[in-house]
């Protein structure tokens, strides 16, 4: 399984043709030649990479480890959300269906 990094850097250096040894936690984005527009854009691919869904507030993502750790946070927050709601919505069926049994 491919880590956070790894799947970023992937994208790094597909789409905004970033040289692979250049990528490091505290490179800074704009020295990778990322500026606003392009982050936009990164903004777009993450969301469609790692499933996820952006906040509407302004985070400053300033080095590749900002992102990474920004995506682990939503990551780690959408799935625990999901995860509780599908697990309420489990246990509220099994105890509709016991209530119908009796």
């Keep these: ?5 790894e799947r970023l ?3 790094l250096v597909k789409d905004y043709m970033v040289a692979p040894e250049s990528l490091k936690l505290n490179a800074p ?11 936009a854009e990164l903004l777009f691919h993450l969301e469609d990479e ?7 507030e302004t985070v400053p993502l300033q080095t ?3 992102v990474v750790s920004y995506i682990d946070t939503l990551l780690m927050t ?8 599908s697990a309420s919505q ?8 016991v209530v119908a049994t009796l």
């Design 50 to 56: 790692f499933k996820i869904s952006l906040s509407q």
């Design 29 to 39: 984005l704009e020295a990778l030649g990322i500026d606003s527009l392009g982050m």
């Design 9 to 11: 850097n992937a994208i």
């Design 1 to 5: 399984m491919e880590t956070t990094l």
């Design 78 to 85: 959408q799935n625990t959300s999901a995860t509780k709601a």
């Design 64 to 66: 590749v480890g900002d």
């Design 90 to 97: 489990t246990c509220t069926g099994k105890v509709s269906d």
